[in-house]
């Protein structure tokens, strides 16, 4: 079987549902449709509303006995003041304030740092000190524009009214191409806030610079093929009976918890598999239509949901199991898929653009008896592995992924998986090490099962009423 690039693009298929309750699940399947916002789950306002003091501290150092927050008990907190920085810790630090609806006040401080907006945008970048307005720009480099990236910081220092009349955002990342609109994080009355803001902002627009913090380092390339919300933190996608496709958040600690339904009519879609196919770090699906044997690709928008559609390939009725992952090293993700006619298993890389994957080889033969087949990184080396169930056996093997694209000879770690459906690999604990995520056959359970490098802890049951679930991603 070979696959023909389809470069055409399509309008997105995935419309909203409306909400359905299905069993009664620890992890609560019980919907409600979500806003359907050209940024999902950021909240928008209109600019007449923005006019407001911003009355900022002075300069100082940290200031010790104050409350903290989820961060000071992470890594993130034990990294020297002023050392380098990555940009997705400066946004996860920046986002621990907008989790806790931190009030803006120039007088009260948490983790050390004053809670007006310089003092979030100190925290964030873990200066080590409260700055201000006067001074942010003494820690950073002008930029223009169309180089702002995550992390990078908008700033309006007004001199005429220095303490109240100043104000700095985070940026974290455009909505669209246009460049007309962006997500910040800013510290402003009533509580941080992560929302959408027209470039540069609500008013003063022509007054706020972009700026990059001199210590900022770009980050580690680490697979995140399965975090669709943009919170650094793996989810999980589930198709139910009625073809509707919905979203679980992860907590990042072993848990998941029903988000919102993303779209409807995916009845008819089979061979799910998710993957970050053009590289900017928020997760993907991909999925073969049963019918006609076209393979789709959806690119995620970061925020639960997805911002497109298109056709990447026909001719996969052919085909009997497919993963996707980064299995040759590139920071590409790549499709692996099992030939229905001859039980090979062949590779498909990804061109990193989010519009293509091409026949490549085939990496393995044999393949007739396995099920249950996932893609990810499950002993933590950053290439994408395989596990695979064998059917008549229930044994559960892992296939480490190898330098050459390929897949070495598969390691027993577990057993009675004939008993599991719905397999699927994601870091759900946060860990680096994808972890499998299954659904009992016969007790409608969700089960959780974290990696040990090459082996398996035990599972835990951490939801119930999944047995009508068609695919878990």
Not at 49 to 71: H, I, N, W, Y
Not at 167 to 177: A, K, N, P
Not at 199 to 205: A, E, G, I, L, P
Not at 431 to 442: C, H, K, P, V
Request: aromatic letters at 8%; charged letters at 15%.
């Amino acid at each position: 079987m070979t696959m023909l690039k389809m470069p055409q693009t399509a309008v997105l298929t995935v419309a909203l549902a409306s909400a359905t309750v299905l069993g009664t699940l620890t992890v609560s399947p019980a919907a409600t449709a979500a806003p359907n916002t050209s940024v999902s789950g950021v909240r928008t306002t209109t600019a007449d509303t923005e006019d407001v003091e911003r009355p900022q501290g002075v300069v100082g150092p940290l200031q010790s006995g104050s409350p903290v927050s989820a961060f000071s008990t992470h890594p993130l907190a034990s990294t020297a003041s002023a050392a380098p920085i990555t940009r997705s810790a400066v946004i996860a630090r920046a986002r621990t304030w907008v989790d806790a609806q931190v009030p803006y006040s120039m007088n009260n401080y948490r983790d050390g740092y004053r809670t007006d907006c310089s003092g979030l945008v100190s925290m964030a970048w873990n200066l080590g000190t409260n700055a201000w307005t006067g001074n942010l720009a003494s820690y950073a480099t002008r930029i223009s524009k169309s180089e702002l990236r995550k992390g990078d910081m908008l700033l309006f220092h007004n001199t005429s009214n220095p303490t109240s009349g100043s104000h700095v955002v985070l940026f974290e990342r455009w909505t669209d191409s246009s460049m007309t609109s962006y997500v910040g994080i800013e510290q402003t009355p009533p509580h941080a806030v992560r929302r959408t803001i027209p470039y540069s902002y609500f008013n003063n627009s022509g007054s706020y610079l972009p700026y990059r913090y001199n210590n900022i380092v770009e980050d580690v390339t680490v697979t995140r093929d399965h975090d669709y919300t943009g919170d650094y933190k793996d989810d999980l996608l589930g198709v139910d009976s009625t073809g509707t496709l919905r979203l679980y958040s992860g907590n990042g600690s072993s848990g998941v918890a029903f988000t919102q339904e993303v779209g409807g009519g995916w009845t008819n879609m089979d061979k799910v598999a998710a993957a970050d196919f053009n590289g900017d770090g928020d997760g993907d699906l991909v999925a073969t239509n049963k019918t006609t044997g076209e393979l789709f690709l959806y690119i995620g928008n970061g925020d639960g949901g997805f911002k497109s559609t298109t056709e990447i390939g026909h001719g996969w009725t052919g085909i009997e199991q497919l993963a996707a992952g980064d299995f040759t090293g590139d920071g590409k993700a790549d499709i692996v898929a099992v030939n229905q006619s001859d039980a090979t298993l062949n590779l498909y890389t990804g061109n990193g653009n989010g519009n293509g994957v091409a026949y490549t080889k085939q990496i393995g033969t044999g393949w007739s008896k396995m099920t249950n087949l996932a893609a990810g990184d499950f002993n933590g080396d950053n290439r994408a592995d395989l596990v695979a169930t064998r059917e008549d056996t229930g044994t559960l093997l892992l296939y480490p992924g190898t330098t050459t694209g390929g897949v070495a000879s598969g390691i027993d770690i577990g057993s009675s998986f004939n008993l599991m459906s719905k397999l699927t690999l994601s870091d759900l604990n946060n860990d680096g090490r994808a972890d499998i995520t299954a659904i009992n056959r016969s007790t409608g359970d969700l089960y959780l099962y974290t990696s040990k490098s090459n082996s398996l802890n035990s599972g835990i049951a951490i939801g119930h009423g999944w047995s009508t679930f068609r695919h878990l991603v």
